[in-house]
């Protein structure tokens, strides 16, 4: 069974990724990581600048239905990921197939904001809205598909890494 955790940017799909895998014994894949790869590209603002954000969608889209294929991973997915139609129809595909398990992390708007201020990473910006609006627009459009294909729904806000792991662990243990 493989393991998919969406979520906004910021919300710890990465950090919450590598514990979990470390903790379930499985092998951990970023999917931006996988992709840059794929791309040839050093960082992901590098990637939306010189390929363009359409090539990026595609790429991410081939790499996680290529992932799919494999069995006992942690797969954190890019935050726009579930919203590619072929990305969204692998990931049905293998939640029918019973090889895989959607993980929402929730957060908040404001604490996605701190986060972001604070560690603002290698993401280009999604919008030209500033960050707290931007923040706002993209979790509104992208919140019912995140609710749609997940099977667990975590709220991280103001929970350490290793809380966030052990909340999983037992929501799926119980299921």
């Not at 954000?53 to 890019?78: C, T, Y």
């Amino acid at each position: 069974m493989n393991t998919l955790l969406i979520g906004a940017r910021a919300s710890g799909k990465t950090t919450v990724g590598r514990l979990l895998a470390a903790k379930l014994l499985r092998v951990f894949i970023d999917l931006d990581d996988r992709v840059l790869r794929d791309l040839g590209e050093p960082s992901v603002q590098s990637a939306w600048k010189n390929q363009g954000e359409p090539r990026w969608r595609g790429a991410e889209a081939a790499a996680i239905v290529e992932l799919l294929k494999g069995e006992d991973q942690v797969i954190a997915l890019g935050g726009g990921t579930p919203m590619i139609p072929a990305a969204k129809c692998a990931i049905e595909s293998a939640q029918s197939q019973g090889t895989a398990r959607v993980i929402y992390l929730m957060c908040s708007i404001d604490e996605l904001a701190r986060r972001l201020r604070e560690h603002g990473g290698d993401r280009p910006n999604l919008t030209e809205q500033g960050l707290i609006n931007e923040i706002a627009s993209v979790v509104a459009a992208r919140e019912p598909t995140y609710r749609q294909l997940a099977q667990v729904r975590i709220n991280v806000a103001l929970k350490s890494p290793s809380e966030i792991v052990a909340e999983i662990v037992a929501k799926v243990e119980s299921r």
